[in-house]
């Protein structure tokens, strides 16, 4: 039985937005996301968990860009989360509290 027309994406681009989105744009989300979080806490424990929890936080992102309506907009929230958790990462790194 064949799939039904209306759900299928005709176009190539948005298609190939949404699986860049959800390969690419969520491994950035979640690898940013665990590296923000080893900067603020104990590093080799966070890091350790990132092994089992990024992949899982990876797959549910994956998850949401196929279920998103379009490719761009979750490229876009994707790029942004990603900045928001560099831009963690980065005040956790030069963030010296015995100064």
Not at 26 to 45: C, D, I, K, M, Q
Not at 54 to 78: E, H, P, T
Not at 89 to 95: H, V
Request: proline residues 5%; positive net charge.
């Amino acid at each position: 039985m064949p799939a039904n027309s209306k759900y299928l994406t005709p176009a190539f681009w948005p298609r190939f937005a949404k699986i860049t989105a959800a390969i690419l744009g969520g491994y950035f989300v979640s690898v940013t996301f665990h590296l923000a979080l080893a900067s603020w806490f104990n590093r080799p424990e966070v890091l350790m968990t990132m092994a089992f929890s990024g992949f899982i936080l990876w797959v549910v992102l994956m998850v949401l860009a196929f279920l998103a309506k379009s490719g761009l907009k979750i490229w876009g929230i994707y790029l942004l989360l990603t900045l928001v958790f560099s831009a963690l990462i980065y005040l956790g790194q030069t963030y010296n509290p015995v100064a």
